[in-house]
């Protein structure tokens, strides 16, 4: 049986069940400690110096987990949000992140990452904080990832843009002036306009 003391199981949960190795240190867990409960099977290592609690559901989207843990301020976007938002047929082969412009890329080894930089009202709305496998992940929302993939659409293609707006258009909980608003956030609306005329 894997053995955690209730000291290292409590900080693990106040940080959602993932801790890195820093915070790990902060809290007064040596890495002694830390890795004797890896090797025990009390936590599992999600990427370098990244671990989560093992006794916590396994997460649906275990990228999705590992990156943000990697890096808590960004935001997962682009094709990783439709994903996850099932806007997509397509299977990302990265983890696309969003951080802000001006700040410094993480470097990670697992899993493989895209990073995108984001400025202003493009970076900052649209964040929601979905719980996965019980931890909180930062993801643009549905409208804000169908205007994002209007913006990125040369380097996406335009058919991943079309196919995103019309699955999104066929769900029930979808917002129009809320995805009006992201497209103008994103300098997209008159662009997007004639495809969502085509759907209405």
Known sequence: MAQISD????VFLRHGGILRMGEALAQGISR????????SGAVEQLSRGTYRLASLPAPSHPDLVAASARVPEGVI??????AYHELTTRVPRAVDIAIR???????????PVRIYRFSGKAFTEGV???????????IYSPEKSVADVFKFRKQLGIELVVEALRLWHETRRKHLATLLT???HCRVERVMTPYLDALL
């Open 32 to 39: 002694k400690t830390l890795y004797g409960m890896r090797d």
């Open 101 to 111: 412009q001006g700040s410094r890329a993480p470097q990670i080894d697992y899993p």
């Open 77 to 82: 976007c682009l094709v990783s949000a439709l």
């Open 128 to 138: 929601t904080s979905p719980n996965i496998g019980g931890v909180r992940v930062r």
């Open 182 to 184: 992201h497209a103008r």
């Open 7 to 10: 000291y290292a199981r409590e």
